[in-house]
């Protein structure tokens, strides 16, 4: 096999393995519910739509709407026709993978011809495999992959296809490739003026001769992408983006930018727009900042993404930056260049040993970007999509429904369904035959409201119940159906099979409830906490008002969840008072970014108001089970440690025996437009009379009351003073509400009797204390 054999084969290699990766990664995340109805059917639906007679009609909310109100995304109508080798959304997840992979062929063919043969020196054609893989392993290009399905993806091959054929003067194929662009949706063609500005001019205006060929070719597809983005966005999606949505522009225009460019300057503070702008230019290794002005072919999408509203689009989480990849990449190559050329005036030479260190540590840079941020096994955020017999049974109920009858299926479960005229997504459910619900997974949709609706479907004699398994629930509409009740199937997924907790523990609720442990479900990147937490019961059935309250709260004893507002999706439907003596139920909390530091803490109450617990077999009512510290992406999992960060030492004495032994201010200055927490520690030496009420004042240097906070004793619960034992220590936790104006101030405390106003005196004789002096700004 000669050398140039061996470079492609390579390369082919690449390819392929892209090819094959992403689509099985994408497939696996599809089949275990880990895509949904935005962005995937609503796509999807359209061009299944269209391929049979209804263009790009798609169901939007409770009607049916063609997909052009939202985007003009032609391209899409050829790519229907893949659907005729195979009647699945996962064929779509292929082509984009692969659409995305080819990309690499033109960026062989441009590293090639600039490097291989540049001045006096020759860099070996194999190192220039390099910029391929540095393409393939872009986090930006990847992550377009993983968004479900978009027509942006499409665009990133023909734009270096498109820029290939244009610097070989190849015009024909070049105009080819610009069409595809321009197919591939209404603000695409903006990329097209940018590829003929530099045709025609280089960017330099001193560049304009009309006699030239690439002149005329470049003023040719300027005007053609202004013209052709002018029809798209104004002529046909704005009309009906009017009429559908009420905009006078396309909604992405109307909802994510300021129509006056002053108010997008003020967006460039935000640091997560450098992070993101920092971040596009390490997937080249820094490459590319060496050839600015290549960067200009996709000045519009950077202007678009660095100034939209919308945090997708500078996340480089989704779609947006894909094309933005493209460009990175030329730019890297003549950056490369650059680089080469500028060493060999410094040095007078130029070795093949230069080029292969400067090649080399882009690459290394580009490569440690992708173990952050990437997609694939190198990168630690990486999230596996692991099917389960939950989402194995899916299957199981898709089977049932017709497919050709109007459905109405929760987001998840949506994008399975979606080859048919009509697909709601739940709760919507209007003209639909079927209803199919995943209760554990219905987002943006509080799991009463979803109990609600669905019970009431079941009592209201309109619907048949054809099956329901392990929080799935399929539904027929039918006349003089008698109400029904749910299997006990059904609430499987409440239920652990021979649970192994992570952290295990024997905590007793009232001698009736065992919490056996708990699972923490930590997502690193996004700095998302979830807990699991497994429990039994010895009796059944239990009262009906008890609750479990699963709590996360801060070093400060502030709560971060509210229980009764997010409680578990388990208990909503299968509540302790349905319970069996002896099987294991799981609750799961809410994905919540928690904080730095923080704890979690465990109750039964009776009721709806935590006021009322079950007394603990460790004792109190209450306990925490785990404190949390996050450091970066390591969330380290302590025994209950309150709190981490302890108060200093103190000793202010009170009259009855109550001492003050610890104060923690926060650092200062403190941020005006945050809350100020304050935590204290108290110790009595005797049972106290009476449950004074604590006052917290923050005073200007005139003794002016700026801010106060009068309230009861409280470190997550409150705790009132005639419950504490002597010579037992007490957190306390007490906030002073923002906005705060900025300025200098003292703070003071003091205790009173709420019923008599009556102050409790320190053993000094004064009624208030200063704890110290806090800057804010």
């Known amino acids: 096999m000669n050398h140039t054999r061996l470079q492609?084969?390579?390369?082919?290699?690449?390819?392929?393995?892209?090819?094959?990766?992403?689509?099985?990664?994408?497939?696996?995340?599809?089949?275990?519910?880990?895509?949904?109805?935005?962005?995937?059917?609503?796509?999807?639906?359209?061009?299944?739509?269209?391929?049979?007679?209804?263009?790009?009609?798609?169901?939007?909310?409770?009607?049916?709407?063609?997909?052009?109100?939202?985007?003009?995304?032609?391209?899409?109508?050829?790519?229907?026709?893949?659907?005729?080798?195979?009647?699945?959304?996962?064929?779509?997840?292929?082509?984009?993978?692969?659409?995305?992979a080819i990309g690499a062929l033109p960026i062989f063919w441009l590293a090639k011809r600039e490097l291989s043969h540049y001045s006096r020196f020759t860099i070996h054609d194999s190192l220039l495999l390099l910029f391929p893989a540095m393409y393939l392993l872009a986090p930006p290009l990847q992550a377009a992959t993983v968004a479900d399905f978009h027509a942006d993806p499409f665009v990133v091959a023909p734009l270096l296809f498109a820029f290939w054929y244009a610097t070989e003067k190849r015009w024909g194929w070049m105009w080819f490739w610009a069409l595809i662009i321009m197919l591939v949706k209404e603000n695409m063609p903006t990329l097209v003026v940018m590829l003929g500005l530099f045709v025609g001019f280089r960017f330099r205006v001193s560049n304009f001769k009309l006699k030239n060929p690439e002149t005329r070719h470049g003023i040719g597809l300027v005007a053609v992408g202004i013209l052709w983005f002018?029809?798209?966005?104004?002529?046909?999606?704005?009309?009906?983006?009017?009429?559908?949505?009420?905009?006078?522009?396309?909604?992405?225009?109307a909802s994510r930018f300021s129509p006056n460019p002053l108010d997008w300057l003020p967006l460039l503070r935000d640091p997560a727009r450098w992070r993101y702008l920092l971040g596009l230019l390490a997937t080249t290794g820094g490459l590319a900042i060496f050839a600015p002005h290549y960067l200009l072919l996709g000045l519009p999408i950077f202007i678009a993404n660095t100034f939209s509203n919308y945090p997708g689009q500078f996340s480089g989480e989704q779609h947006y930056s894909a094309p933005l990849v493209a460009v990175l990449m030329i730019a890297a190559i003549y950056g490369t260049k650059n680089?080469?050329?500028?060493?060999?005036?410094?040095?007078?030479?130029?070795?093949?040993?230069?080029?292969?260190?400067?090649?080399?540590?882009?690459?290394?840079?580009?490569?440690?970007?992708?173990?952050?941020?990437?997609?694939?096994?190198?990168?630690?955020?990486?999230?596996?999509?692991?099917?389960?017999?939950?989402?194995?049974?899916?299957?199981?109920?898709?089977?049932?429904?017709?497919?050709?009858?109007?459905?109405?299926?929760?987001?998840?479960?949506?994008?399975?369904?979606?080859?048919?005229?009509?697909?709601?997504?739940?709760?919507?459910?209007?003209?639909?035959?079927?209803v199919l619900v995943d209760v554990t997974d219905v987002p943006g949709k509080h799991p009463n409201d979803v109990r609600a609706t669905l019970l009431s479907m079941l009592d209201s004699g309109g619907w048949q119940l054809l099956d329901a398994a392990?929080?799935?629930?399929?539904?027929?509409?039918?006349?003089?159906?008698?109400?029904?009740?749910?299997?006990?199937?059904?609430?499987?997924?409440?239920?652990?099979?021979?649970?192994?907790?992570?952290?295990?523990?024997?905590?007793?609720?009232?001698?009736?409830?065992?919490?056996?442990?708990?699972?923490?479900?930590?997502?690193?990147?996004?700095?998302?906490?979830?807990?699991?937490?497994?429990?039994?019961?010895s009796e059944s059935p239990l009262p009906a008002d008890v609750r479990l309250w699963t709590q996360f709260y801060s070093d400060n004893?502030?709560?971060?969840?509210?229980?009764?507002?997010?409680?578990?999706?388990?208990?909503?439907?299968?509540?302790?008072?349905?319970?069996?003596?002896?099987?294991?139920?799981?609750?799961?909390?809410?994905?919540?970014?928690?904080?730095?530091?923080?704890?979690?803490?465990?109750?039964?109450?009776?009721?709806?108001?935590?006021?009322?617990?079950?007394?603990?077999?460790?004792?109190?009512?209450?306990?925490?089970?785990?404190?949390?510290?996050?450091?970066?992406?390591?969330?380290?999992?302590?025994?209950?440690?309150?709190?981490?960060?302890?108060?200093?030492?103190?000793?202010?004495?009170?009259?009855?025996?109550?001492?003050?032994?610890?104060?923690?201010?926060?650092?200062?200055?403190?941020?005006a437009s945050e809350p100020l927490a304050i935590v204290l520690r108290w110790e009595t030496s005797a049972p106290l009379p009476i449950d004074y009420t604590i006052f917290l004042h923050m005073t200007d240097a005139d003794g002016n009351v700026i801010a106060q906070n009068d309230a009861q004793p409280r470190w997550l619960f409150e705790n009132p003073m005639t419950r504490w034992q002597p010579g037992q220590p007490v957190l306390d936790s007490h906030t002073l509400a923002a906005p705060l104006p900025p300025g200098n101030y003292r703070l003071r405390l003091g205790l009173y009797n709420w019923q008599t106003l009556e102050r409790l005196p320190l053993s000094d004789g004064q009624d208030t204390v200063e704890l110290g002096t806090i800057r804010i700004k």
Do not use: C
């Open 339 to 434: 680089i080469i050329r500028i060493s060999s005036r410094i040095t007078h030479h130029a070795s093949r040993r230069q080029s292969f260190i400067i090649i080399l540590i882009a690459f290394t840079i580009a490569t440690f970007y992708h173990t952050q941020m990437g997609w694939t096994p190198l990168s630690r955020r990486t999230e596996i999509y692991t099917a389960t017999p939950h989402t194995r049974l899916l299957s199981r109920f898709t089977a049932q429904i017709p497919p050709d009858a109007p459905v109405s299926a929760s987001a998840a479960i949506n994008p399975h369904l979606a080859h048919r005229t009509v697909a709601y997504t739940f709760p919507t459910v209007k003209n639909a035959d079927f």
């Open 8 to 100: 492609y084969t390579i390369l082919a290699i690449f390819i392929l393995a892209f090819t094959v990766y992403f689509s099985a990664y994408t497939i696996q995340r599809h089949d275990t519910l880990h895509s949904y109805t935005a962005d995937l059917s609503l796509i999807d639906q359209a061009m299944w739509n269209t391929l049979h007679g209804r263009f790009m009609e798609a169901t939007w909310g409770d009607h049916q709407q063609p997909r052009t109100a939202e985007h003009f995304e032609p391209i899409l109508i050829p790519l229907a026709a893949l659907f005729w080798l195979w009647d699945d959304v996962r064929i779509l997840l292929i082509a984009q993978a692969f659409a995305l």
């Open 557 to 671: 004893g502030i709560p971060l969840s509210d229980p009764m507002l997010q409680p578990a999706v388990e208990t909503v439907w299968y509540p302790p008072e349905k319970w069996r003596a002896g099987e294991t139920i799981h609750t799961t909390t809410l994905p919540q970014n928690l904080g730095n530091e923080f704890h979690a803490a465990v109750a039964a109450v009776l009721g709806d108001s935590p006021a009322v617990r079950l007394p603990l077999s460790t004792g109190g009512d209450w306990a925490t089970v785990a404190s949390f510290r996050r450091d970066g992406w390591s969330l380290q999992v302590l025994p209950p440690t309150v709190p981490l960060s302890p108060p200093e030492k103190t000793d202010i004495a009170f009259e009855n025996g109550l001492r003050l032994t610890g104060i923690r201010l926060p650092p200062s200055p403190h941020p």
């Open 470 to 537: 392990d929080g799935f629930i399929l539904l027929k509409k039918s006349d003089g159906t008698t109400p029904q009740s749910l299997p006990d199937a059904f609430f499987d997924f409440a239920r652990a099979e021979n649970p192994v907790p992570q952290y295990p523990l024997d905590i007793i609720f009232g001698g009736k409830i065992h919490l056996l442990g708990f699972d923490v479900l930590d997502a690193p990147f996004e700095q998302q906490t979830r807990a699991r937490f497994y429990w039994q019961t």
């Open 230 to 253: 002018a029809v798209a966005t104004f002529a046909i999606v704005a009309p009906l983006a009017q009429r559908y949505f009420g905009t006078d522009a396309p909604i992405y225009l």
